[in-house]
């Protein structure tokens, strides 16, 4: 989610395999590290205008998910050097059998607005979410939950308001019945659409969504539409406290602009370095800029619904021969400067249940064959267009991998770009796509689950190409009901094996997290999110 942005999750060591580090502490050109810090200095940060009002279970993009991110905390967290999972605002949670969980709350949290953060936050919330009258887009986030299918059948209006699978005994415990084993639920706990609620959101949740109240580090001071989303140091926080006094969500139409503030100092946190300036943002930024593993993976996914696909005597192999025909090597060391590493796989390297190679040739470039298969799938005289945000930096490595295909194919290849992500996932959620669109995805949680079900299940929050698969459901819903994380890990991987039939999506390549950052700021780190550790960062004076 965040896909985009789109998020995710015993011994959980063994989990990720990859830490985080990344240029911190002040830098030796700037002379920065004689500077005095301002604890209550405001630093700014690259962003784009949230697709929705912020209501966590509908918040599936990267500029949403940031600020929801550092509006709230929830049960647990991930670590943003280990990436190990963590109990946040919960003090415990005890799986008492393989469908009952027991959460008890820590005592001390509150919302923004001075509420006490109890178990009915959390659940009311939940419940609130599921329900299909709602439009939640993250409501199939608690579909394992009993009685999810009460508030959110299949279809017409649910038949309850509440998940009959949750109760709370008191203020501080949460009691849950899955509606069948789930070996990773404790790790999904880490996604945003389980943050709690107050009390008031309930009473307009429109009027909520615009001037939203959480319970995180930073609460709410102003939100610009097309401008920036303004948030400031929450003092009662109970958990770690910002070294700053807030952030500035600064929304930008290209990465290039973000990239030219950023190294004129005029923007203080990057995301993502801008295409353009990959090849020079280690000279640019000095020791400033940012190397470090983020588990994300771009893809090309497909519109099910369009025309042009839904006409193809074998679909599988005119996707096939459009991977085939895709020369990632070259593209990834050219066109993008080798900030990104050629996928051979829909699950990310550093994830549990990677599968080196599980693409097999399908990834692997050989125009020759791929030219052989757009023939007998009858898609040679096809004309495609692949739907991407002209503010991500997005257009040079679609026009390069357009012209690999019409160039190695036959097949008529553009781009259709629109003017930021927001209006791309408008396209997305009306189901308005041509044939093809760019997705990228960020782990919610360091699982392959994460990466297939999530995307490419039946009634996946994330699967907006409307792809499903009989064999890769019934594969899907095994995993989950597997004894143990590892069995579920394994059934996974079988499932994966199955998408490769006919492609829903084309893997290209998997993230790095290439930054930066002023020289206004020190501390600056990223996780395997490819997330900021907000509360970290410190602020020099002026």
């Known amino acids: 989610m965040r896909g985009a942005n789109s998020a995710k999750w015993v011994a959980i060591a063994a989990v990720v395999a990859l830490g985080v580090t990344a240029c911190g502490g002040g830098s030796s050109d700037s002379g920065s590290s004689s500077k005095a810090v301002d604890p209550n200095g405001?630093?700014?940060?690259?962003?784009s205008e949230p697709q929705h009002p912020i209501q966590p279970a509908n918040v599936m993009e990267t500029g949403g998910g940031r600020i929801t991110d550092a509006l709230f905390s929830g049960l647990v967290e991930f670590d943003p050097k280990s990436g190990q999972l963590e109990n946040l605002v919960a003090e415990s949670i005890k799986q008492d059998d393989a469908s009952h969980y027991t959460i008890k709350l820590k005592s001390g949290w509150t919302f923004h607005n001075g509420e006490k953060v109890t178990s009915h936050s959390f659940v009311d919330a939940w419940n609130w979410g599921a329900n299909t009258k709602n439009a939640q887009e993250n409501a199939s986030?608690?579909?394992d939950i009993k009685g999810y299918d009460e508030v959110h059948p299949e279809k017409g209006a649910p038949?309850?308001?509440?998940?009959s699978g949750l109760s709370t005994p008191d203020d501080s415990t949460i009691k849950v019945e899955l509606a069948n084993p789930a070996p990773y639920w404790e790790y999904k706990l880490g996604y945003s659409a389980f943050y709690p609620l107050p009390k008031v959101f309930f009473t307009n949740p429109k009027k909520y969504g615009q001037e939203p109240i959480g319970n995180g580090a930073y609460q709410f001071s102003k939100w610009n539409h097309n401008q920036d989303f303004l948030v400031k140091a929450y003092k009662n926080y109970a958990g770690e406290k910002p070294k700053n006094g807030g952030i500035d969500f600064k929304f930008y139409t290209t990465s290039?602009?973000?990239?030219?503030?950023?190294?004129?100092?005029?923007?203080d946190v990057l995301d993502q370095v801008a295409p353009s300036g990959m090849g020079t943002y280690h000279q640019d930024l000095g020791d400033r800029a940012v190397d470090a593993p983020q588990n994300a993976i771009q893809t090309i996914a497909v519109a099910e619904y369009a025309p042009s696909i839904k006409g193809l005597k074998d679909r599988g192999k005119f996707m096939e021969g459009l991977s085939m025909a895709i020369d990632r090597d070259t593209?990834?060391?050219?066109?993008?400067?080798?900030?990104?590493?050629?996928a051979t796989s829909y699950v990310p390297p550093a994830v549990k249940g990677y599968k080196a190679d599980a693409c097999g040739e399908a990834c692997k470039y050989n125009p020759t064959k791929a030219k052989q298969l757009i023939q007998e799938s009858g898609g040679a005289n096809a004309q495609i267009s692949v739907l991407y945000n002209a503010d991500g930096g997005h257009k040079e490595w679609v026009t390069a991998v357009?012209?690999?295909?019409?160039?190695?194919?036959?097949v008529k290849c553009q781009g259709d770009a629109k003017a930021d992500f927001k209006t791309v996932l408008d396209v997305r959620t009306k189901?308005?796509?041509?044939s093809f669109y760019r997705s990228g995805w960020v782990q919610d949680y360091p699982l392959n689950a994460n990466f297939l079900k999530d995307l490419y299940g039946t009634t996946a929050a994330g699967n907006e190409g409307g792809y499903s698969n009989k064999e890769f459901d019934t594969l899907a819903a095994k995993a989950d009901n597997a004894a143990t994380l590892d069995d579920s890990v394994k059934l996974y991987q079988e499932a994966e094996a199955v998408l490769y039939k006919d492609m829903p999506a084309i893997p290209l390549w998997y993230y790095k997290t290439n930054a930066g950052y002023s020289k206004n700021v020190k501390n600056v780190s990223y996780d395997t999110f490819g997330k900021v550790n907000w509360s970290a960062v410190e602020v020099f004076k002026k």
């Open 402 to 410: 357009c012209a690999n295909i019409t160039q190695n194919t036959g």
């Open 42 to 47: 405001i630093f700014s940060y690259q962003s």
């Open 141 to 143: 986030w608690f579909s």
């Open 431 to 434: 189901k308005k796509v041509q």
């Open 331 to 342: 593209i990834t060391k050219t066109v993008l400067a080798g900030s990104r590493t050629p």
């Open 159 to 163: 038949k309850a308001d509440k998940m």
């Open 256 to 267: 290039e602009a973000a990239y030219k503030d950023a190294t004129s100092d005029n923007l």
